[in-house]
């Protein structure tokens, strides 16, 4: 069993910079692929990016276009999404995300509650 949970998310103006954690409860946790999802009013949830287990992989969403960097601490059992340049269509609720396989697909075991983030133009 693995528990996700969000913090970081907040209120900030277009171009600002955001660092979301994601700090994961369990030993395992370095066993896990870990990801963000987000969720805009209205629209699906969609993919963002993932890291798998050690670190050393990682991908991002194409709408990302090198503004977001995820990353990870296993010592810390925390993941992180550095989000720079921030645009009004980055808002909406950030999920944190751990599984067993890597993949971009909203196919993951564990869930976190989500954090807010609202970019203002």
């Known amino acids: 069993q693995v528990q996700l949970v969000e913090s970081g998310g907040g209120l900030v103006q277009a171009g600002d910079s955001l660092r979301l954690s994601c700090a994961a409860s369990?030993?395992?946790?370095?066993?896990?692929?870990m990801g963000w999802f987000r969720q805009a009013p209205g629209k699906e949830r969609e993919f963002v990016a993932v890291?798998?287990?050690?670190?050393?992989?990682?991908r991002y969403a194409d709408f990302v276009e090198g503004r977001f960097s995820i990353s990870r601490d296993n010592a810390k059992n925390t993941v992180y999404l550095q989000m720079n340049n921030l645009k009004s269509e980055d808002t909406g609720v950030y999920y944190c995300?751990?599984?067993?396989?890597?993949?971009?697909?909203?196919?993951?075991?564990?869930w976190g509650q989500g954090t807010q983030v609202t970019v203002s133009t």
């Open positions: 369990g030993r395992t946790f370095s066993s896990y692929a």
């Open positions: 890291i798998n287990s050690s670190g050393g992989v990682t």
């Open positions: 995300v751990a599984g067993l396989v890597m993949t971009t697909v909203k196919a993951y075991r564990y």
